[in-house]
């Protein structure tokens, strides 16, 4: 039998870890990209300023909201984070990620991560579930690779950046199996 020329791809390795101050400028590589904050509820940042205050006010004392690096960088190229839902058996996730990590499976193994350690951190999560914008093909892909269920449309479920939007449902319960 003939061994094929190509090889398997690895798995990307990725770490995940709390957001500093430090991170601004790291951070304002896809916060002020506008392919980013299209699908986001923010818009664009244009300056520092107003992104360090964000990570200030926001992202530092916020419950999980982590900054994802590629193994073996301490330079974020994305963050990922848990959204508590009022409910302790749920929590809702959601990234961004620097354009240039866009199709690389980044945001597949971040969201993996996220979800082996949501599920080892949170006494009693059953759920974690991600709304996906029906335009957005690519993260849909993410979550399904990352081993999500695609549940539903959800018709004219939220209005982002004053338009009203289609979101599709996907969610990933304690007992699917985590995908290697």
Not at 17 to 22: G, V
Not at 39 to 61: G, K, N
Not at 76 to 101: K, S
Not at 142 to 166: H, Q, S, W
């Amino acid at each position: 039998m003939e061994q094929s020329s190509q090889e398997t791809p690895r798995a990307v390795e990725v770490t995940l870890r709390p957001f500093e101050l430090s991170d601004v400028d790291a951070m304002m590589v896809w916060a002020s990209d506008p392919q980013v904050a299209a699908v986001c509820s923010w818009d664009a940042y244009e300056s520092t300023e107003p992104l360090l205050a964000f990570i200030r006010d926001a992202v530092l004392p916020h419950p999980w909201y982590r900054a994802i690096c590629l193994a073996g960088e301490d330079r974020p190229v994305g963050a990922v984070l848990m959204m508590p839902t009022g409910d302790l058996c749920r929590a809702e996730i959601g990234y961004h990620l620097a354009r240039a990590h866009w199709g690389k499976g980044v945001a597949t193994a971040a969201v993996k991560r996220t979800v082996a350690a949501l599920f080892d951190e949170m006494e009693g999560l059953e759920r974690v579930e991600a709304l996906v914008d029906v335009a957005n093909p690519a993260s849909q892909r993410v979550l399904e690779k990352a081993g999500f269920t695609r549940e539903a449309v959800l018709r004219k479920y939220c209005a982002i950046k004053g338009v009203v939007k289609d979101m599709v449902m996907f969610s990933f319960i304690n007992t699917d199996p985590l995908v290697e």
